[in-house]
């Protein structure tokens, strides 16, 4: 029998994950949700993306799931309590993976606007690793770019020195 896994993205950034799990896993049947009408999330209020939230359980909610795998960050880090308390099966986030995989003392996080005004991901690092300091970048234009079919890879560098040189002079 095969496990019924659910994955949620506002765009098309949750493909890798799909293809990853398609490779590795041939016991499972996957529902792909990319709401790609309403991205990115990642500039939404918290009220927008928890209504958003509700919408997607209702979505899912007749696949009778095994699981959830939450790709969009932003959703993960405004809504998770939603998706977990409405679906009522277990869902599995990018970023309580990620904190499990700190191993340094400086880490730098680049989100959207909406993920880093949350701080959650800050919170869920400095709660699970002793003396790590978490500094917050927003990268409100780079979901637009990576979202596009045809990505402008000068563009992506641009964008990429523009948001992470402010964390490497700071060591992070």
Avoid at 19 to 25: F, H, I
Avoid at 69 to 83: F, G, P, S
Avoid at 111 to 140: D, G, H, L, W
Wanted: with cysteine; proline share 3%; aromatic share 8%.
């Amino acid at each position: 029998m095969k496990h019924k896994i659910g994955i949620f993205d506002s765009g098309i950034g949750g493909f890798t994950i799909l293809r990853s799990l398609l490779k590795t896993r041939k016991d499972v049947e996957v529902f792909y949700l990319a709401d790609t009408k309403r991205v990115p999330y990642g500039d939404k209020d918290i009220v927008q993306i928890r209504s958003i939230a509700k919408e997607i359980c209702n979505w899912f909610k007749d696949k009778n799931l095994d699981a959830l795998l939450i790709a969009c960050n932003t959703t993960n880090a405004c809504a998770l309590d939603i998706l977990e308390n409405n679906l009522k099966i277990p869902c599995f986030d990018l970023i309580h993976s990620v904190s499990e995989t700190v191993t340094k003392k400086y880490v730098g996080v680049l989100a959207t606007p909406a993920t880093i005004k949350s701080s959650f991901y800050k919170r869920i690092i400095e709660s699970k690793k002793e003396n790590v300091i978490v500094i917050q970048q927003a990268c409100p234009e780079f979901v637009s770019e990576i979202e596009r079919t045809n990505q402008d890879l000068n563009k992506l560098n641009y964008l990429s020195d523009l948001y992470i040189n402010p964390l490497l002079k700071k060591k992070y």
